[in-house]
Structure formats: structure tokens, C-alpha cells
């Protein structure tokens, strides 16, 4: 690692005008710190914003605006959270430890890195997201934790957040500042798929901060949702598959489905397609798998993750199921 200047950002203000000019955002470090000491990324200067006590806010709407520096462990815990988006609480309970949940930030979980084994192996693999023209040793190495939908010959990495999963799921929008003014963009296209050029992860511009996530108010099928996270051992692992579900009936059909997918992508992916065939039919295991095999259409397996499609299809049913028995 070598050396570097560390700034605690005074105000909002202090840490935009600092991100401006170069340095880069600390919040909790639990992924930046790792990526500079293993010199992954470099960085001349870091403005720590994971001091500046950010709240989170109820709307006049019943909607939610979470400050970028809230850490996951606060936002989990926050009762309307958990009332009216129990998805969310439960993605974040799902990921990493207690420890690290009480230093990562809203912001930083958005903009955590992959954690594919290549993007961290600076002396011995070939990474096209981390060297532009490299190659990628994924693709015929080991690759069980990989994408399955929307990657390129360039990547195939995975975005490894659960928190994004359920965000993605809830329609939450990301506020920006920058030089330029601030702007918002919908969390599912906040990341952008690898195509040619995968070291782009976001739509997020060199000098611009995440301020806050803004939640829509709660529809029926966000207040009756659940995530459900398979992964190698039953805590501590990122996700091999996840599912952030909702479900709202009506006369003994469905009225509105939400469901994203974790561990298939470079992004969160909202399966739209699986939620538009739900839409109508009677909530049953049949109509569930004939939904989400119209979203798994495209997938394009590799040499070692083939088990995710049939793994996505009984994790979609079962976390479909579960919402559809739950009392309205
Ligand atoms: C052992 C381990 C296990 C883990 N397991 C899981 C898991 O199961 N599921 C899961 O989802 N995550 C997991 N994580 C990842 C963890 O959730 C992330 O490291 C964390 O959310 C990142 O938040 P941070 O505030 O520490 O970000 P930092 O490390 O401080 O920053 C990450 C990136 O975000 C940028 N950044 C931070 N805030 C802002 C902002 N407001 N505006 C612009 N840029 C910003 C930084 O510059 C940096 O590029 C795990 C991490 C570890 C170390």
C-alpha cells in the first residue's frame, strides 16, 4: 500500500469539493481499505464521510431517503425498514458479519467491488475489469460464483451486494452530486452490464458522491416481501444465488410480483420478465416456474456455474410460495 492523505469531510460540502478534486470517499473501509492494501485500486487521498451521521427520513409519502453514510447494521434495524421493507432488512441481516454491518455504509455497499478471485489477483491472473485488454481467467477457470445473465466475453464477474438486490427489487433511487449539480438515477440502472468495457462499473461520474437511496412508498407487495440467500456455508459468504420476492393477491390471484436476483450478474437483476407473466395467474408452483424460466431464457451458464439456473428456479418458487401462504 503506499502512502496516502486521510481527510475526515467536515460537512457534505467538504467531502464533495474533496472528491472533486481527486480523493477518494471512505466510508467504512471495509472494501476500499482491502482493495488499496492488496493494490487492486490506488489512491492518493481519502475524505472519510463515515462520520458524518447521516439519518434516515420518513416522507410525507411514507417513502424513506437514507443518507449515504447510514451503515447497514442502522438501516437493518430502523423499524419502518422493517415494517414496511422487510426485504431490505432481511438482505442486509444476510450479508457479511455483525462487525462489518455496523461499519459499512449505504454508499459503499453500493459501490463494493466484485469479489471475483482474478479482480484480486494482481501478480498471477489476467482481469479485464482491473487491466482494460488483459483477458479474463474466469471464463475458463474457476467460475461457480459467476454471472449467468448479461455478461460478455470481457467479464463475467458478479456484483456481490445483497443490500442492492433488495433496493433493486424496491425501486429505489439513487441521489448523486456532483460539480455539475445533483441528479438521481433508478438503483437498477445504477450499475451498468461489462460489455466491452467492464473496468465501468456505474453510471457514477469521476467527482461525484452518492448522497442517499430514496425508497417509493410501500406498495402491498414490498410490506409482504422476503430474500432468500444461498451461498457455500450458512454465514459469512457472499451469495452463489439470491432472491429479493414480493407478492400482492387479490381474489386468489396475483396482483403485483417484484423479485431481483443476486449472485447471476454485474448488477441486481429485476426479473421483469417473470414478474409480467405472474401477473394474473394463481399463485401455484407451476405458474412460478413457467415465470422465472421466462426470465432465465437468456442465461448463458459457464464451465463451473450451470447448477444456478435450476438453483435460481427453486429459490424463486420457494421464496414465491412462502409469500403466497403468508397471511395478507
Ligand atoms: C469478509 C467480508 C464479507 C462480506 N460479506 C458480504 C456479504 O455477504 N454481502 C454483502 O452484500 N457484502 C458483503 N461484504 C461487503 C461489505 O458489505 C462491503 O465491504 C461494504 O458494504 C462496503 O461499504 P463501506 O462503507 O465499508 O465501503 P468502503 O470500503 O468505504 O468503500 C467502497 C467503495 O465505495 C466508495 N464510496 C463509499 N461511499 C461513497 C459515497 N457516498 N459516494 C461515492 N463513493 C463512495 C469508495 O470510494 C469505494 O470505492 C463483505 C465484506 C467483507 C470484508
Known amino acids: 500500500m503506499t502512502p496516502l492523505r486521510y481527510v475526515r469531510a467536515a460537512d457534505k460540502v467538504d467531502a464533495l469539493a474533496r472528491v472533486s478534486s481527486g480523493a477518494r470517499c471512505l466510508g467504512g473501509g471495509t472494501n476500499l481499505v482491502d482493495l488499496l492494501r492488496q493494490n487492486v485500486e490506488q489512491a492518493s487521498e481519502l475524505v472519510d464521510i463515515s462520520r458524518l ?20 447494521a442502522a438501516l437493518a434495524a430502523h ?43 494482481v501478480d498471477g491472473a489476467r482481469c479485464n475489469k482491473r487491466q482494460p485488454g488483459a483477458g479474463c481467467d474466469a471464463r475458463e477457470g474457476f467460475n461457480r460464483y459467476h454471472a449467468i445473465l448479461g455478461a460478455s466475453d ?18 429505489a433511487v439513487v441521489h448523486l452530486s456532483g460539480a455539475s449539480g445533483d441528479r ?46 444461498v451461498r457455500d456455508r450458512s454465514s459469512y459468504a457472499f451469495a452463489l444465488v439470491s432472491v429479493a420476492g ?36 394463481a399463485p401455484q408452483s407451476d405458474a412460478f416456474v413457467a415465470a422465472i424460466r421466462e426470465e432465465l431464457a437468456d442465461a448463458r451458464p459457464l464451465s463451473g456455474n450451470g447448477f444456478k439456473i435450476g438453483l435460481v428456479e427453486r429459490t424463486v ?12
Open 317 to 328: 418458487v420457494a421464496v414465491l410460495t412462502a409469500l403466497a401462504g403468508a397471511r395478507a
Open 246 to 281: 414480493g407478492l400482492a393477491l387479490a381474489e386468489g390471484r396475483v396482483r403485483e410480483a417484484r423479485i431481483a436476483l443476486g449472485g447471476v450478474a454485474a448488477k441486481p437483476w429485476r426479473a421483469r420478465r417473470a414478474e409480467a407473466a405472474l401477473i394474473g395467474v
Open 53 to 72: 451521521h447521516g439519518a434516515i427520513q420518513e416522507r410525507d409519502d411514507g417513502g424513506l431517503f437514507i443518507d449515504a453514510s447510514v451503515t447497514n
Open 154 to 171: 470481457q467479464c463475467v464477474a458478479t456484483h456481490p451486494s445483497d443490500m442492492c438486490v433488495a433496493l433493486a427489487m424496491l425501486d
Open 184 to 229: 438521481s438515477v433508478p438503483l437498477a440502472d445504477f450499475h451498468v452490464p461489462p460489455g466491452a468495457t467492464p473496468q465501468v462499473e456505474t453510471v457514477l461520474l469521476p467527482g461525484e458522491l452518492i448522497t442517499g437511496v430514496e425508497l417509493p412508498p410501500p406498495t402491498d407487495a414490498m410490506v409482504r416481501s422476503d430474500y432468500r440467500k
Open 79 to 121: 423499524p419502518l425498514v422493517r415494517r414496511r421493507y422487510p426485504v431490505l432488512a432481511r438482505a442486509l441481516l444476510a450479508g457479511a458479519s455483525a462487525q462489518i454491518r455496523n461499519m459499512a455504509t449505504v454508499g459503499g455497499n453500493i459501490l463494493q467491488r466484485t469479489r471475483c478471485t482474478y479482480f484480486y489477483d
